[in-house]
């Protein structure tokens, strides 16, 4: 294949990464066609560029993906174990045995009340546990 074709899939892959949301998958492909175009542009035969296209671009996959998610935030890198202690605002009243709202660093979550004891909209209360989206909490 000439070099040229390489690099035309290479610019496409990374025109499909731009335009598609998340996964950052496309753009190591794509990478990796520019790659082989090098290759082919040396001289390496057609054997060696399909082998070399999906090596090199799963290797840059697997070493380099998930270090951009976390570089560009789209990796969550606060372990759900650390809003344990935190406090929270109650967006509504929180009945107990029943489910209510709360605010945890600007995003609102379902909140119960950890000690079964009601608590009122507008109550500071710290974190006991987090199961899933749903905060148990107790009053400060």
Do not use: H, N
């Not at 560009?72 to 929180?94: F, H, K, T, W």
């Not at 995003?107 to 546990?129: D, H, M, N, T």
């Amino acid at each position: 294949m000439a070099w040229w074709l390489w690099v035309l899939i290479g610019v496409a892959l990374l025109i499909v990464e731009i335009v598609t949301p998340g996964g950052l998958f496309a753009l190591f492909f794509g990478v990796g066609a520019v790659c082989v175009a090098v290759l082919a542009a040396i001289g390496a035969g057609p054997v060696v560029q399909w082998i070399t296209f999906p090596v090199v671009s799963v290797i840059l996959l697997v070493a380099l993906r998930r270090r951009l998610q976390e570089r560009m935030g789209s990796a969550p890198s606060v372990p759900v174990d650390s809003l344990v202690g935190q406090e929270c605002l109650l967006l509504q009243d929180v009945p107990a045995g029943g489910q209510g709202q709360a605010e945890l660093r600007g995003v609102p979550w379902s909140a119960r009340a950890a000690s079964g004891i009601p608590l009122a909209k507008g109550q500071r209360c710290k974190v006991e546990r987090v199961d899933g989206v749903v905060l148990y909490v107790t009053a400060v």
